[in-house]
């Protein structure tokens, strides 16, 4: 289908993606995902090419918007390389830091984060929360110029490789969701230390980490932001989060809706092609009917976002549909692989795992729900 919400400079950026991916990471990807981890050198080489924060300005960033942002999202897609944490560092990580990070802040933390010298990841969830954020119980106590945290996260991408976590932590545990904090933990920080580096069924390149906070004395001018305000800097990313796995899904079904169709195509069962079969190409067509209309709906979502009018409802409607979609789909299409389909040397295979967690993380579903039930009766009003 033809697409307006890019533009040429946003297209030009897209083959330089391409070229980077197929010559960097495609032909490595495979190995990655057995060592589980994506090596510190692939880092170094994407900020080389101006492939992280490439929307923040200059001088911490490409200068661009998140048009490119979304390029870089759908070529990791069509790589089947999601277990690559360049969004996550990119686009919420570094986000944070810009909106309300002090210009002494940005100048220390974005250039490295730019060049790929450091790496960045975002600690919400503990081993007893997940969603709710108000619930999280790592705690930050403020003496004198330092704030004394303590706490435990789980599940945390790029747990392993980052130089820089940006941690959810409870400055006044009386106020409830009105006393969080977000506080920037370094590397080599005293009483920091990162735990193993956790398996999972998919994302297997991903370091998803467990990280530890023993008296850890963070300095006060590595708070973002304003004490206790840190619920309300969350709340306010977080569309951008969900608009992301939602951009990152659509990309994937469309990516491998034309893999399937080639791969029926060329297979052979009974004497003539699998695509052949009616209930191939009803399944196939039923498919390219709804990845249509998903694509035009996140689309118009990409196009509000770039005009700074995405809202939480509308991100978490896109997040919902997606992943729910491509959960469906690439299930129908690993069906229709056969037994080449739990093959790893087929990405299909590797993608149906990889997906699952779009479900989950960001907000699960039932949260997405949630916040889309919220505005029932706003139209009856």
């Known amino acids: 289908m033809t697409r307006t919400v890019f533009r040429d ?26 060592q589980g981890i994506i090596p510190k050198s692939v880092w170094l080489r994407a900020g080389q090419e101006g492939l992280l924060n490439c929307t923040l300005p200059e001088p911490y960033g490409g200068g661009g918007d998140f048009g490119h942002s979304a390029v870089l999202i759908e070529e990791l897609a069509r790589a089947n390389a999601a277990s690559i944490g360049f969004q996550l560092h990119s686009d919420i990580v570094a986000p944070y830091l810009n909106s309300y990070g002090t210009t002494e802040q940005k100048d220390r933390w974005l250039p490295p984060m730019t060049r790929g010298e450091v790496i960045g990841a975002i600690a919400m969830t503990e081993p007893g929360t997940g969603s709710d954020l108000k619930a999280v119980r790592t705690t930050a106590r403020r003496e004198g110029d330092h704030y004394v945290l303590n706490g435990q996260k789980t599940f945390i991408t790029n747990g392993q490789n980052a130089g820089l976590v940006i941690v959810v932590a409870k400055t006044d545990p009386e106020l409830g969701a009105k006393g969080i904090s977000l ?9 920091f230390s990162k735990g193993r580096k956790l398996k999972k069924i998919g994302l297997r390149g991903q370091d998803t980490s467990e990280l530890f906070f023993d ?3 963070v300095p006060a001018n590595n708070l973002l932001g304003n004490e206790n305000e ?11 989060e969900r608009l992301v796995i939602a951009v990152r899904a659509a990309a994937s079904l469309e990516t491998h809706l034309m893999r399937t169709i080639e791969y029926t195509r060329d297979r052979k069962t009974f004497g003539q ?17 709804q990845i249509a209309m998903l694509r035009s709906f996140v689309d118009d979502c990409l196009a509000q976002h770039l005009r700074r ?8 409607m896109a997040k919902l549909n ?14 229709l692989h056969g037994g080449y389909g739990y093959m790893t040397e087929y990405m299909i295979g590797t993608a149906w795992t990889d997906a699952r967690i779009g479900r989950i993380y960001g907000g699960s579903d039932e949260i997405m729900k949630e916040i889309i039930a919220r505005g029932l009766e706003k139209g009856l009003e």
């Open 273 to 289: 092609s699998v695509l052949s079969f009616q209930n191939t190409r009803f399944k196939l067509a039923e498919a390219k009917a």
């Open 9 to 34: 400079d946003h297209e030009l950026f897209r083959q330089q993606v391409r070229r980077f991916f197929e010559k960097e990471v495609i032909p490595f990807y495979q190995d990655w995902e057995e």
């Open 309 to 316: 009018e995405l809202t939480p409802e509308r991100a978490a």
């Open 230 to 240: 840190g619920f309300k800097y969350l709340m306010h990313e977080l569309a951008q």
């Open 183 to 191: 506080l920037v933990v370094e590397e080599g920080m005293d009483g």
């Open 215 to 217: 008296n850890v004395r």
């Open 322 to 335: 997606a992943t729910a979609l491509q959960n469906r789909w690439l299930d129908e299409f690993l069906q």
